[in-house]
């Protein structure tokens, strides 16, 4: 095992032909007679794994040199050891406020130096051990969430290929309704209301979270799912219930996380917990109506989850926007007025005031994710 490196600094070569003599049969050492000297072999490597430092020395003192090496982030971990003729109990506690580790007075006993440099050494070398470990569980943390991420993502990308296949009439709408989404969130982000509750983390679960809107329609009769045509009442009421489907889904995905990790997935996989609860919001509540005429739950304004209601605006426009078997598409401008007319009524106003801010992007967007 390589030994520990002391760097002693003192004006006094009889110190440091003293202090060399006592230290090298068990240390490496280095030695300089001055603060300025101290400070610019502390920048060579390898960094000593303690200083050994006198305070009265011409030029840059022992106080000015141990706040130079506490102000450098790649010294400031170094132990300081003050040895000097300076003993009043005010120099020491001056040397100690400013970071230094020891005050030992001159003159010293040998014995009691080598005692206290061990001390401070293996002191470090916890540290350092405990630094090390605390930065490899971190790493080890940030590779699991990296796995659960893919693994998600490509659970996520199964169940939308799923959803699709079930209704294949609207190809690209998962990836354009995921977009609008973004650029409607990204823009409310500016806004004092919203900075928090859709700062980058959030927003980026919900979004991932959009492709899920629709996966009650799973549980929809083919017969109502790929009629060619409009649906009766009887047929949209039940066509309606595909927000409850979904919703119920995913909760009962949550749940039996949990059973299986014997915790609440909000406790054991507080990730994933949060991605499932935004997916939950969206599937359940994106046809909510601002006005609280909407469905499932008929819920009004605020009531709305902030992700559904950024879903309901997506959804609309992208239905409206494209072709379906019972409509042809309409036209950018018609979409955007009954948008606007839709302001405090089907969708949030804070939603269209940024709908009608991006305009630009959506039409970006409809045009390069149009269905083939």
């Known amino acids: 095992m390589e030994k520990p490196e002391i760097l002693i600094v003192d004006d006094e070569p009889i110190n440091l032909t003293v202090l060399r003599m006592l230290l090298a049969p068990t240390y490496r050492v280095r030695a300089c007679k001055s603060g300025e000297d101290a400070l610019r072999l502390l920048g060579i490597a390898p960094k000593p794994d303690l200083v050994l430092m006198d305070i009265m020395m011409p030029g840059m003192d022992g106080y000015t040199t141990l706040k130079g090496i506490r102000g450098n982030p790649k010294t400031t971990d170094i132990p300081v050891m003050y ?31 080598l005692e206290r440099i061990k001390v401070h050494l293996e002191l470090k070398e916890a540290r350092d ?19 659960n991420q893919l693994i998600q ?29 973004e650029i409607l969130a990204r823009r409310l982000q500016k806004l004092p209301g919203f900075a928090q509750r859709l700062d980058d983390v959030a927003l980026d679960r919900i ?33 309606k219930k595909h927000c409850i489907i979904g919703g119920n889904a995913i909760k009962s995905a949550i749940r039996k996380a ?28 994106h046809h909510e109506r601002w006005d609280g005429t909407g469905y499932p739950e008929a819920l009004a304004g ?30 950018f401008e018609e979409t955007t007025t009954y948008i606007q007319q839709q302001k405090g009524k089907q969708f949030d106003p804070d939603m269209v005031d940024a709908f009608i801010a991006e305009q630009v992007a959506f039409k970006q967007v409809l045009v390069l994710l149009a269905d083939d």
């Open 129 to 147: 051990r405990l630094k090390n470990q605390n930065e490899w569980l971190e790493a080890e943390v940030e590779r699991r969430i990296r796995e």
């Open 258 to 285: 949990g059973l299986l990790t014997n915790s609440p997935l909000e406790e054991s996989n507080p990730v994933s917990f949060m991605f499932l609860v935004q997916a939950q919001e969206i599937a359940m509540y």
């Open 302 to 331: 605020e009531a709305i989850p902030l992700s559904a209601r950024l879903m309901a605006l997506a959804d609309v426009f992208d239905a409206l926007t494209t072709p379906r078997v019972y409509k042809n598409p309409w036209s």
């Open 83 to 113: 040895i000097s003729a300076l003993d009043s109990s005010i120099d020491e506690e001056k040397g100690l406020q400013l970071g230094a580790v020891d005050y030992i007075g001159k003159p010293f006993k040998p014995a009691i130096v």
């Open 207 to 239: 979004v991932k979270a959009t492709p899920l809107h629709d996966l009650g329609k799973i549980g929809i009769p083919d017969a109502i799912l790929l009629k060619p045509g409009k649906l009766t009442p009887e047929e949209f009421e039940i066509m």
């Open 153 to 181: 993502d490509a659970a996520m990308s199964v169940i939308v290929q799923l959803i699709e296949t079930r209704d294949a009439d609207t190809a690209n709408h998962t990836l354009r309704t995921k977009a609008y989404v």
